[in-house]
């Protein structure tokens, strides 16, 4: 799967709206590229009490192997993403927050 944590990307759309160039530009937006099982294992990294409850089976979902975002890089140098295994702690931390009330 293509994984982008949520507040980069809303990060992306906000500077494209601020920050970018004048036009209209078509630019990809790439995010990282896991398997599902390395994303378990980060998660079970993340919350031990989780490994072995978690599995991913069945057919791929089709996506692109490889989105090429260098145009949107070009555009608005030094536009930052979030590493994987923190934005999946950081999601981890706001659904514990509001589902376990």
Do not use: W
Not at 43 to 69: C, F, H, N, W, Y
Request: net charge negative; hydrophobic share 40%.
């Amino acid at each position: 799967m293509d994984l982008q944590y949520v507040e980069d990307v809303a990060r992306a759309f906000v500077s494209c709206l601020f920050d970018g160039p004048p036009g209209a530009h078509v630019c990809n937006l790439a995010g990282d590229r896991v398997d599902m099982s390395e994303f378990i294992a980060i998660l079970e990294q993340i919350r031990p009490e989780m490994t072995g409850k978690l599995s991913a089976r069945g057919p791929r979902v089709p996506v692109a192997s490889r989105m090429d975002d260098s145009l949107l890089h070009q555009l608005l140098p030094g536009l930052e993403r979030t590493p994987l295994e923190l934005g999946i702690r950081q999601t981890l931390r706001v659904y514990e927050r509001v589902y376990t009330r």
